[in-house]
C-alpha cells in the first residue's frame, strides 16, 4: 500500500489549502482513510477521515472539508481559512473499514507533506 500526499505549501493566514492523497496497492472504496497533522514539538493529531461521510476534529469543523474519489483512488482534504496554528506536517492514513480519529489504528501512512501559514 503507498500512500502519496501532496497539495501542501506556505499561505498567508486566511488562505487556503487542497491536499491530494492519492493512493495505491489498495482496494480503495474498501478503506477508510483519514487525515492527521503533526506541528513541531508537538503530537500527531487527527484533522479529519472519511468512509461514506467525513467526521472531524473540533478545530477542523467549519473550515476543513474531507472528500474521496473512488474512481480516482484519491482523498482530498480542503482548507479553508488557515491559521498560523494550522502549520503542521499533514499525513494521509488508511485503514480497512471505518474510520476513528485514533492514530494508532491506521495501519497505512503517507510521508505527509508540509503546510505553513504565516501570520
Known amino acids: 500500500v503507498q500512500l502519496q500526499a501532496s497539495g501542501g505549501g506556505m499561505v498567508q493566514a486566511g488562505g487556503f489549502l487542497r491536499l491530494s492523497c492519492a493512493a495505491s496497492?489498495?482496494?480503495?472504496?474498501?478503506?477508510?482513510l483519514g487525515w492527521f497533522r503533526q506541528a513541531p514539538g508537538k503530537e500527531r493529531e487527527f484533522v479529519a477521515a472519511i468512509r461514506w461521510s467525513g467526521i472531524y476534529a473540533d478545530f477542523a469543523k467549519g473550515r476543513i472539508t474531507i472528500s474521496r474519489d473512488n474512481a480516482k483512488n484519491t482523498v482530498y482534504l480542503q482548507m479553508n481559512s488557515l491559521k498560523p496554528e494550522d502549520t503542521a506536517v499533514y499525513y494521509c492514513a488508511a485503514r480497512p473499514n471505518l474510520v476513528t480519529p485514533i492514530s494508532t489504528d491506521y495501519q497505512h501512512w503517507g510521508h505527509g507533506t508540509q503546510v505553513t501559514v504565516s501570520s
Open positions: 496497492g489498495l482496494t480503495f472504496s474498501s478503506y477508510g
